[in-house]
């Protein structure tokens, strides 16, 4: 079970915010992967969606808004060790704005980015660079730097502007 909601109320949370730790655990095989969220004021994470095809898991926060946001991954390719690109496709009913990603590996490092990424209309695709490392001056760092590297499995989470997590694993 992930929660969709790791964060307290919002009337609990410090102008400053906080982060927030969440596992997510498997049986078959056993591993684990723990990914880090910043609680800010005024946001609230509604859904979080994994894989594809993906399991949307309900809103445990009320939507504000009305539609559904449902994002594919259609193909990607690793540019380099620092750039994959992903080509998503909007499957849902409502357009979708991305406005984050986090990139972990499976030693549970893991960068992230903020206020980036294409607005993408229903049933329309668009490329989004997931960049990491020195590729990307922006980003922020969590555990130990590292390159995507033949063979690996990387887990890229992408952050809509209605706060839903779209999860993807890709293997370089």
């Known amino acids: ?34 990914f880090k969220f910043a609680c800010i004021e005024g946001l609230y994470l509604g859904a979080v969606t994994l894989g594809n095809p993906h399991i949307v898991i309900p809103n445990l926060a009320q939507s504000n808004t009305s539609g559904q946001e449902s994002l594919n991954l259609t193909s990607y390719i690793f540019q380099n060790s620092m750039n994959v690109t ?11 704005g991305l406005v984050g990603y986090y990139v972990k590996d499976t030693a549970n490092n893991q960068y992230s980015q903020s206020f980036w990424g294409p607005l993408i209309s229903p049933g329309s695709t668009a490329d989004a660079s997931i960049l990491i490392s020195n590729a990307c001056a922006s980003c922020s760092l969590s555990g130990a730097s590292f390159l995507f590297t033949a063979a690996r499995t990387y887990f890229v989470i992408l952050v809509t502007a209605r706060n839903n997590l779209v999860i993807f694993a890709l293997t370089e």
């Not at 992903?86 to 979708?96: A, D, F, Q, R």
């Open 1 to 34: 079970m992930i929660p969709a909601n790791p964060c307290p109320d919002q009337s609990k949370i410090p102008t400053a915010g906080f982060d927030v730790h969440i596992g997510l655990y498997t049986d078959s095989p056993l591993n684990s992967l723990i």
């Open 86 to 96: 992903l080509t998503v496709k909007n499957t849902g009913s409502v357009g979708l």
